[in-house]
């Protein structure tokens, strides 16, 4: 159910204030896109865990203790190279959703094309 103008203009108010009074906190509440999780990152993380556990066989197979930490050792960097996140964003820090911020282009037009028949009428 979509809002009303009036609830939407006190949400990006109250939105504005966040960010005016506390960026910092505004910014890790915020939905990023360019800080979620990205699916090429996963899957690479997806085919090291996969080397790293042929590896730990490989080492289980012939016995040596050591190619079989290894293996575990490359198992975890691939975890850890799934779960990575970006550290940085590519959009300013300080932008305020004062109809500047960018929408899905999907969603943007459908909402352009709306508020050109509020205003042609």
């Keep these: 159910m979509p809002l009303s103008e009036h609830e939407q203009r006190l949400l990006d108010q109250l939105e504005a204030q966040l960010h005016a009074e506390d960026p910092k906190f505004a910014n890790a509440l915020a939905s990023d896109p360019v800080r ?6 996963i899957v690479i993380g997806i085919l090291v865990v996969i080397a790293g ?3 730990l066989l490989g080492g289980v197979a ?10 575990f050792l490359i198992m975890g960097a691939g975890v850890y190279l799934a779960m990575l996140r970006p ?8 932008e305020t959703k004062t ?3 960018q ?4 969603m943007n037009g459908l909402e352009e094309r709306w508020e050109e028949r509020r205003h042609g009428q």
């Design 36 to 41: 979620s999780l990205s699916t090429r990152r």
């Design 87 to 94: 550290k940085f964003s590519k959009r300013p820090a300080a």
């Design 99 to 101: 109809g500047s911020k």
């Design 62 to 71: 012939t016995k040596l203790i050591i190619i079989g930490i290894l293996g």
């Design 53 to 55: 556990l042929m590896v």
């Design 103 to 106: 929408k899905s282009g999907f």
